[in-house]
């Protein structure tokens, strides 16, 4: 289970290292982005309102709608891909700072 804090932890690495994680989800179309903040994205990449795109917070979307797979970018290239929530946090624990 994903908590709030599981959530906030992986933004600051995110944001301190300065990349940015796209989680695609098994059961939704529409994605979400970990950047400077989280935001909700439409199955064709476009920022979309959270509130039109899931009906919850996002810990308990990632929890609802399953994992499919997790891909974390630096500038606009793929750098690695993940399935699951515990591979996230390692990787990005071994990351180096994105330039």
Same mark, same amino acid.
């Given at each position: !289970?994903?908590?709030?804090?599981? +959530? #906030?932890?992986? %933004? ?15 059961? =939704?179309?529409? !994605? !979400?982005? %970990? #950047?400077? @903040?989280?935001?909700?994205? =439409?199955? #064709? ?6 509130? =039109? ?8 979307? +990632? ?5 499919? $797979?997790? @891909? +974390?970018?630096?500038?606009? @290239?793929?750098?690695?891909?993940? $399935?699951?929530?515990?591979? %996230? ?7 180096? @700072?994105?330039?």
């Amino acid at each position: !289970m994903v908590t709030i804090k599981d +959530i #906030e932890q992986v %933004l600051t690495m995110v944001r301190n290292k300065g990349l940015r994680v796209i989680i695609k989800f098994k059961k =939704s179309r529409n !994605m !979400m982005a %970990l #950047e400077k @903040e989280i935001r909700a994205l =439409s199955p #064709e990449g476009n920022y979309v309102a959270w509130a =039109s795109a899931f009906p919850a917070p996002p810990h308990q979307i +990632i929890d609802a709608y399953g994992v499919a $797979s997790i @891909e +974390i970018y630096c500038g606009g @290239e793929l750098v690695r891909q993940v $399935s699951d929530w515990r591979e %996230l946090v390692k990787e990005l624990q071994l990351l180096n @700072e994105c330039r």
